[in-house]
């Protein structure tokens, strides 16, 4: 008798969760398809100048770590408790992974999925309860830009929420002029002492943000003014705290709590070349073209008050991108990789929602889960199969 064949499982985005999804669903035996838009771990390379607050050891995991060593025994890999860059990250253990035996010719780079629907079926039709559901169905763009249709029996989306940075607005909307000022402001991590130091040494910047994104570029610029005197900081943060980022007490990530202890200090002593704002309401950033700086207005603590800057940095999180499935019974995540849709799983940071604290060991754990439910077996687990 033929072994009956499992679901089909598309996965989108080859970012750390979508790679080690793959590699759960290969050893399961599912046929898998990973499509990536950019090329695997292209949002980790965009924060890649940062030192991560996670050991080299809870990045990774037994079926990742076999799959490298099965291709290259000798292969030298970071200690588990190396702290290493989000680029040294990708470089070795991201995209060795992504070619490695285990997921070759399974993953598309440079391949988006467009919109997913289910065939024969629109939303908002009653499903019928005898039938089974019908696969979905995947509108693809390749690399050349051409168009196909995939089809798939569970989806999982992995394709995170760097993609989709938040407004700065009270609101959470835009604020006056910041759809057109979006191009000239900087919404990611800022490399402030590296590449981008010419862009921001001797400037007026205003950093919008109570994250550790935000914390990091304060801390930066603020290293870059020792040097650079002219450097002039502005923070602002909606929150009611007279400190910006509340601590995690006993914070296991030691380098993540160095972080806001530095940045709440110098939020806290102003001095230097900082002066920091709680309570701001944005409703106006207004850009007058491309190096032609920026018009700030907030209410500070219900205070209306202007800023004339050459520079923004909004490091105000970002949020999950729902377009693709917009035609699926897909609300936005909080937390679940279960979804309305039954075999739409969504796993790794976009999970979450907008809660921007999520650690790639916490995707692990969605992997595991998600698997457990497509196979209708509480208790699968790899990770425990593997260590036994
Ligand atoms: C500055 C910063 C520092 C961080 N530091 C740490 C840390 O130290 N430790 C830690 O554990 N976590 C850290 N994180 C959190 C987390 O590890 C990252 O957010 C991680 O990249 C999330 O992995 P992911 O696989 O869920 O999604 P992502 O890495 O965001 O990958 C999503 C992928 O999907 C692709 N994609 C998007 N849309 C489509 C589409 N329609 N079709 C096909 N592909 C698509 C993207 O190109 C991308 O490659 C950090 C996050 C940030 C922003």
């Known amino acids: 008798m033929s072994k009956p064949t499992l679901p089909r499982v598309a996965i ?30 292209a949002h980790v390379e965009r924060w890649g100048f940062l030192r991560m607050f996670t050991p080299f050891g809870m990045n990774v995991t037994p079926l990742g770590l076999a799959a490298l060593l099965r291709d290259a025994p000798d292969r ?26 285990a997921l070759r010719g399974l993953v598309q780079p440079q391949t988006r999925v467009v919109a997913i629907g289910r065939a024969g079926w629109r939303k908002g039709e009653p499903a019928d309860p005898k039938k089974p559901l019908p696969p979905f169905r995947l509108l693809v763009r390749d690399p050349r830009g051409v168009e196909r249709f995939d089809a798939a029996d569970v989806v999982l989306d ?19 002029g910041e759809v057109a000022a979006r191009q000239h402001a900087a919404y990611w991590p800022e490399d402030v002492r590296g ?30 003014a020792e040097v650079h005197q002219a450097t002039w900081v502005i923070w602002l943060t909606n929150g009611p705290r007279t400190q910006p980022l509340g601590r995690i007490g006993g914070d296991p990530l030691k380098e993540r709590d160095r972080l806001a202890a530095r940045a709440n200090s110098l939020a806290m002593r102003c001095d230097g070349n900082l002066e920091y704002h709680p309570q701001a309401m944005i409703d106006e950033l207004v850009c007058g073209g491309p190096d ?15 800023w004339d800057v050459e520079r923004v940095i909004a490091n105000v999180g970002y ?15 909080a937390g679940r990789v279960e979804t309305d849709e ?44 593997k260590a036994a």
Do not use: M
């Open 12 to 41: 989108l985005g080859a970012g750390p969760i979508g790679l080690e999804a793959a590699l759960y669903a290969k050893s399961l035996g599912h046929p898998v398809t990973v499509y990536e838009a950019n090329a695997p771990g």
């Open 319 to 333: 949020r999950p991108d729902l377009s693709a499935c917009a035609e699926l019974r897909v609300g936005e995540p």
């Open 342 to 385: 039954p075999g739409y799983f969504i796993l790794g940071a976009k999970a979450k929602g907008r809660d921007s604290n999520f650690l790639i060991q916490d995707g692990h754990a969605h992997v595991r889960r998600t698997f457990a439910v497509v196979a209708g077996k509480p208790g699968l687990d790899l990770y425990a199969k």
């Open 158 to 176: 992995c394709t995170g929420t760097l993609g989709r940075p938040n407004w700065v607005g009270d609101g959470g909307i835009p604020a006056v």
């Open 195 to 224: 590449a981008r130091t010419g862009h921001y040494a001797g400037k007026s910047v205003l950093v919008i943000g109570a994250g550790y994104s935000a914390a990091t570029a304060v801390c930066e610029l603020a290293t870059l």
């Open 76 to 101: 030298e890999l970071p200690a588990d408790t190396d702290l290493i860059t989000g680029k040294e990250f990708r470089d070795a253990y991201l995209a060795p992974l992504a070619e490695s035996s």
């Open 292 to 306: 032609q700086g920026f018009r700030v207005a907030a209410r500070l603590a219900g205070k209306p008050t202007t």
